[in-house]
């Protein structure tokens, strides 16, 4: 199925959320997109380091939303 991938930068005084990437990729299932948008946060050329990210299908129905762990930010980045 064809997913987007949102991430986002929140901010913490006032829980404001920017975003700052967006993919559209084919994945086989939720778990899948999940590892696909963890992969792509660690991966992708981003202005900022992403804190969370959504994952809706091609009809825009949410089927994730969540924080990305700073562990999953830091492996692989130097």
């Known amino acids: 199925m064809k997913i987007v991938i949102e991430f986002y930068k929140t901010r913490d005084a006032d829980d404001a959320h920017a975003v700052i990437g967006r993919e559209t990729v084919e994945i086989d299932d939720l778990d899948?997109?999940?590892?696909?948008?963890?992969?792509?946060?660690?991966?992708?050329?981003?202005?900022?380091?992403?804190?969370?990210m959504t994952i809706t299908d091609a009809n825009g129905v949410m089927h994730y939303s969540g924080i990305i762990g700073s562990e999953a930010m830091n492996e692989g980045r130097q």
């Open 32 to 52: 899948g997109a999940i590892a696909a948008g963890r992969l792509l946060a660690r991966t992708l050329d981003m202005p900022q380091c992403a804190d969370s």
